[in-house]
Every structure is written in structure tokens, then in C-alpha cells.
């Protein structure tokens, strides 16, 4: 079988909470045979990141390790910081190559991360949102403000790149999942239903069905 694989790109002071309802979904909400594989980069050297949480975290894959034509979905989280990401140049040297990609993986970004693909020429043309402030789109060029949507997420399907504000984390993950085929509901990732008053049969689980 042909695994499913996503690559999630690392870098410091990176948000993960705006990535992880995707990402699991993906793995642990799909039966154990159709996880998705899921790598992650943030350099040649593989170095150890620190989120914006304070999590440390090591990726699994060096930039010279990394074909991005064995992937189905290529992940963006924002970031506190997202101008020092710009200026790292072996990180956007090694993005540039999907700018002239055909038949690329989908690209999703999320709040500040489309800045990353602007410097990486990859959203040329490209109809999109970020939750950046507007003395940032002012201040750097290679951001094309005539191309800002002002939507929590925009899909431009022509170029296949889905972009969100932040705090339309949940609305990101249910679009991105759709886009890669997922039957799933508009509402998914609600939390627990207002009003709604569990049985004790609803909320006791069993690892086999049959042991109901």
C-alpha cells in the first residue's frame, strides 16, 4: 500500500497548536493502517527547535533528505517571529524549488506563515490570508498586498496552496482534510455539543465493539 505523507516544516518559536487538530487527524483519528507517515525538517543538520511553548523538538529529516515529490501535503504553522524565519536563508533556499513545482503537494500555511512562502517566491500570484499586521505587509516587497483575501481561510486552488488566520485553526484543519479528500463534516473539531446532556452509555468505550 502507498502511505499517505505529510512533511511539517520546523522552526523556532513555531505555534503547534495550529497545526496538531490536522496532524492528528490525519494519524490517530484514521484506522491504524491509513495513518499518514509524517516527517519533519528544519535544516541540514536536523537541529533541535524550541517551539513557541517551549517544546523541544527534533526533526526526524535534513533539507538534503527531503524529495517533495513523495508528498502528498507539505504543513506551515506560524510563528512569534516570523521575519527571523524569513532571514533564514538555507531554510528558504531550500523552499524555492516548489515556486516552479509542477504537480507539487498541496501547500497549506497558517497565520504568519505565508510570509515563509512569499520569500520563497512560492505565492506569486497567489490569492491569500496571514494573520500578519498591515505595517508588515507595508514593510516588505515580496509580500503582494493586491493579493491579500481577507477571509479566516482562503483556498487558491489554481495554485494549490491553502492559507488561514490563526485563529481559524480548526476551520484550516477541516479545509485542508476536505482538500485531500477526507468526507468530513464542516463542524468537525467542534468540542463538546452546548446543551447536550451525555448518557453514561455514550460516554463509556470499549476497545472492542463486540464487548458491548
Same mark, same amino acid.
Given at each position: 500500500?502507498?502511505?499517505?505523507?505529510?512533511?511539517?516544516?520546523?522552526?523556532?518559536? &513555531?505555534?503547534?497548536?495550529?497545526?496538531?487538530?490536522?496532524?492528528?487527524?490525519?494519524?490517530?483519528? $484514521?484506522? &491504524?493502517?491509513?495513518?499518514?507517515?509524517?516527517?519533519?525538517?528544519?535544516?541540514?543538520?536536523?537541529?533541535?527547535?524550541?517551539?513557541?511553548?517551549?517544546? $523541544?523538538?527534533?526533526?526526524?529529516?535534513?533539507?538534503?533528505?527531503?524529495?517533495?515529490?513523495?508528498?502528498?501535503?507539505?504543513?506551515?504553522?506560524?510563528?512569534?517571529?516570523?521575519?527571523?524565519?524569513?532571514?533564514?536563508?538555507?531554510?528558504?533556499?531550500?523552499?524555492?524549488?516548489?515556486?516552479? &513545482?509542477?504537480?507539487?503537494?498541496?501547500?497549506?500555511?497558517?497565520?504568519?506563515?505565508?510570509?515563509?512562502?512569499?520569500?520563497?517566491?512560492?505565492?506569486?500570484?497567489?490569492?491569500?490570508?496571514?494573520?500578519?499586521?498591515?505595517?508588515?505587509?507595508?514593510?516588505?516587497?515580496?509580500?503582494?498586498?493586491?493579493?491579500?483575501?481577507? $477571509?479566516?481561510?482562503?483556498?487558491?486552488?489554481? #495554485?494549490?496552496?491553502?492559507?488561514?488566520?490563526?485563529?481559524?485553526?480548526?476551520?484550516?484543519?477541516?479545509?485542508?482534510?476536505?482538500?485531500?479528500?477526507?468526507?468530513?463534516?464542516?463542524?468537525?473539531?467542534?468540542?463538546?455539543?452546548?446543551? #447536550?446532556?451525555?448518557?453514561?452509555?455514550?460516554?463509556?468505550?470499549?476497545?472492542?465493539?463486540?464487548?458491548?
Amino acid at each position: 500500500m502507498v502511505k499517505n505523507k505529510a512533511l511539517v516544516l520546523l522552526y523556532e518559536n &513555531m505555534s503547534m497548536s495550529e497545526i496538531t487538530l490536522l496532524t492528528d487527524y490525519l494519524t490517530v483519528f $484514521q484506522p &491504524m493502517n491509513e495513518w499518514w507517515e509524517i516527517d519533519t525538517v528544519s535544516s541540514e543538520d536536523k537541529k533541535m527547535i524550541r517551539s513557541e511553548d517551549f517544546f $523541544q523538538l527534533v526533526p526526524n529529516k535534513s533539507f538534503s533528505e527531503i524529495n517533495f515529490e513523495e508528498y502528498n501535503l507539505i504543513l506551515f504553522s506560524g510563528d512569534i517571529d516570523p521575519v527571523a524565519v524569513t532571514e533564514d536563508k538555507s531554510l528558504i533556499d531550500f523552499l524555492k524549488p516548489l515556486s516552479d &513545482m509542477t504537480n507539487r503537494p498541496l501547500i497549506a500555511a497558517i497565520s504568519s506563515a505565508p510570509m515563509i512562502l512569499a520569500k520563497a517566491g512560492i505565492l506569486k500570484g497567489v490569492k491569500f490570508t496571514a494573520g500578519l499586521f498591515e505595517e508588515t505587509y507595508n514593510e516588505f516587497d515580496f509580500l503582494e498586498k493586491e493579493n491579500v483575501v481577507r $477571509q479566516p481561510v482562503v483556498y487558491d486552488e489554481e #495554485h494549490g496552496i491553502i492559507t488561514a488566520i490563526g485563529f481559524a485553526y480548526r476551520e484550516f484543519a477541516v479545509k485542508v482534510a476536505q482538500i485531500l479528500g477526507y468526507d468530513i463534516p464542516d463542524n468537525s473539531f467542534s468540542g463538546v455539543p452546548k446543551g #447536550h446532556a451525555y448518557t453514561e452509555e455514550e460516554l463509556t468505550f470499549y476497545m472492542n465493539p463486540e464487548n458491548r
